[in-house]
């Protein structure tokens, strides 16, 4: 599936073992890059909770909807976003 928000360049955490380049945002909390190698949930939320941070309204409104699903078990009313999108 392809992304469903293009842009020129995406939004990453720094990590000097990334492989993605892009514009850089500061993390939840410090661990960040390290806690999501192991815990793809966690990876999931963390970016969620990023789009809401950054991101422009529809994405918003997209990454609230998926946590409203992942959270609270709630039936998603829109999108369903899968890792290859984020």
């Known amino acids: ?3 469903p928000f293009p842009s020129e360049e995406p ?3 720094s990590d000097a073992e990334g492989m993605t380049r892009g514009v850089a945002i500061e ?3 410090e ?3 390290e806690a999501i190698r192991t815990d793809e949930d966690l990876y999931k939320l963390l970016v969620l909770a990023d789009v809401i941070r950054v991101g422009k309204v529809r994405e918003r409104k997209v990454a609230i909807e998926e946590l409203k699903k992942t959270i609270l078990h709630e039936p998603s009313k829109e999108h369903h976003v899968t890792q290859s999108d984020l």
């Open 11 to 13: 939004c990453v955490w």
């Open 1 to 3: 599936m392809s992304n």
């Open 27 to 29: 993390p939840l909390y």
């Open 31 to 33: 661990g960040v890059t």
